[in-house]
């Protein structure tokens, strides 16, 4: 593996492409776990030549690598080289080097090396594995602090609900949370929020919510991450009133809602049938200057069009088209339903705001790989609604457009 690394690595050179610092620390950490430090090194130095500036995982991967060569001194010598650049050595830079010290019989400096770890060390190395969706690793620091006699800190617990968020371990996020309202000062809302996102990936949406209200009634100030993760809930249980008392009140408190949001409300209207509440949030995102994006749009179209909401779909399609957002196959999917069901008046009127070449490649393009199906269903559309109304030129300028799209197909 590190030898295709590094072949890798010395073709992109050749073909005048400049590494970064991402690919040479993947080939450092390639070649370290294959116990060739001479190679890690190589590129440690190389990297400095070129004046990137490696980060601590990369030193510290070189580190391990020349321990396990029984290369005490050479670990040691980055180790200290990473402090005299004032980077702050993580809780595995330590250890290695407190390793090292015991490979060279240095028993004094291991002692010192060891004194020199604090919580605030446990705590970067805690969020450096969270960051990097090591939560496994994360958890095991946390673990070990408390062996070495550290007291998680609010940051400590904030930290490892976020790697137990990412791991999906629901109960003990549950369980740390609540271990950190013993603290002076609890973890942060976007603890919490970690915390109910957890229980909705485990399908326990109820569960939830109902810590959301628990964290109101211990006195959290609900902000934007609690309620991201509220309207989460509501859309994985079909809770529509709530999530619309849920966008309400944001909008009562002046807090700027994203599309995700909006789009998690609309859903959860959207599995209970609910498209007048659709409708509702739709134009709430008007009121507050969101433009909704295909995908909130695309969920108030299935809950139209589940609903045998004709007028209203190809109200938000035009639109839609108007703002020039690409129309996914749901919607063409539904056009076809809807010309069976005689609303070809409807489906023409689309197709006369459609006939702009821009928009219809646009479509076309968003559609990737299913482009050719698109084509042949539009096609159909375009053949039967405008022979039947009549609308020749339309027809004939959509082929048009649509031939060009698809490769002359």
């Excluded at 991402?22 to 190679?39: E, K, L, N, P």
């Excluded at 980060?55 to 396990?68: N, Q």
């Excluded at 006939?355 to 042949?376: F, I, K, R, S």
């Amino acid at each position: 593996m590190w030898q295709r690394a590094i072949e890798v690595l010395s073709e992109a050179q050749h073909h005048g492409l400049e590494p970064g610092i991402i690919t040479f620390t993947a080939c450092i950490a390639a070649c370290s776990s294959s116990r060739h430090w001479v190679h890690a090194m190589s590129l440690l130095h190389d990297m400095q030549h070129r004046g990137l500036q490696p980060d601590v995982m990369a030193v510290t991967s070189v580190m391990g690598s020349a321990l396990r060569g029984k290369q005490w001194r050479r670990s040691l010598d980055l180790f200290t080289d990473m402090q005299t650049k004032c980077m702050q050595p993580g809780v595995v830079a330590f250890a290695t080097a407190v390793s090292a010290c015991r490979q060279g019989q240095q028993p004094q400096m291991a002692k010192l090396l060891k004194a020199q770890i604090t919580l605030e060390i446990y705590n970067a190395s805690i969020s450096e594995c969270v960051r990097n969706y090591r939560w496994r690793q994360a958890l095991s620091f946390f673990f070990e602090m408390q062996t070495q006699r550290f007291v998680p800190d609010t940051a400590t617990y904030s930290y490892s609900i976020l790697a137990c968020e990412k791991g999906e371990l629901w109960r003990y996020a549950l369980h740390l949370l609540r271990r950190s309202f013993d603290l002076a000062s609890p973890a942060s809302s976007a603890s919490c929020a970690a915390v109910m996102n957890a229980t909705v990936h485990a399908n326990l949406w109820s569960r939830a919510l109902i810590l959301c209200r628990e964290m109101q009634d211990l006195g959290v100030i609900l902000d934007l991450p609690i309620y991201r993760a509220a309207l989460n809930a509501c859309e994985s249980g079909s809770q529509w009133a709530l999530g619309i008392d849920l966008v309400n009140t944001c909008t009562q408190k002046m807090l700027n809602l994203d599309n995700e949001m909006y789009k998690s409300a609309l859903k959860a209207c959207r599995a209970s049938r609910k498209w007048e509440s659709a409708l509702q949030i739709l134009r709430t995102m008007w009121r507050c200057g969101v433009v909704p994006s295909v995908s909130s749009y695309g969920a108030a179209l299935v809950a139209y069009a589940e609903q045998s909401k004709p007028d209203l779909f190809f109200w938000l399609l035009e639109d839609m088209a108007q703002k020039r957002l690409a129309i996914d196959l749901t919607a063409y999917g539904f056009l076809m339903e809807c010309e069976q069901r005689g609303f070809t008046s409807n489906e023409a009127a689309l197709l006369r705001t459609s006939t702009d070449d821009e928009w219809t490649q646009c479509n076309l393009g968003a559609a990737g790989a299913h482009a050719e199906v698109m084509c042949l269903m539009v096609h159909g559309l375009t053949d039967r609604a405008c022979r039947a109304l009549g609308e020749s030129e339309v027809q004939s300028k959509l082929k048009s457009t649509l031939r060009a799209a698809c490769g002359g197909g």
